[in-house]
C-alpha cells in the first residue's frame, strides 16, 4: 500500500472531501498519534489503512 490523498479515499467511498472528513473526526487523536495533521491532504500507508478498516472503504 502507498500514501493516498484525502480526495482519492473520499472518492473510493463515495462522499465528498467535507464528507469525509466529518467522517474522520472522531478517530482524530489516532491519526495524531500516527503523525497525521488534520490539515494534511495526504495520509501515510498505516493511516490509509486505519480509517479503511474503521470506516469499511475497499481500497
Known amino acids: 500500500m502507498k500514501a493516498i490523498s ?10 465528498s472531501l467535507n464528507t469525509f472528513r ?9 491519526l495524531e498519534a500516527m503523525g497525521v495533521n488534520p490539515n494534511a491532504r495526504l495520509l501515510s500507508p498505516a493511516a490509509a489503512k486505519f480509517i479503511a478498516e474503521k470506516l469499511c472503504i475497499d481500497l
Request: proline share 5%.
Open 22 to 30: 466529518r467522517w474522520c473526526q472522531p478517530f482524530q487523536a489516532d
Open 6 to 15: 484525502k480526495q482519492q479515499m473520499a472518492d473510493k467511498a463515495g462522499v
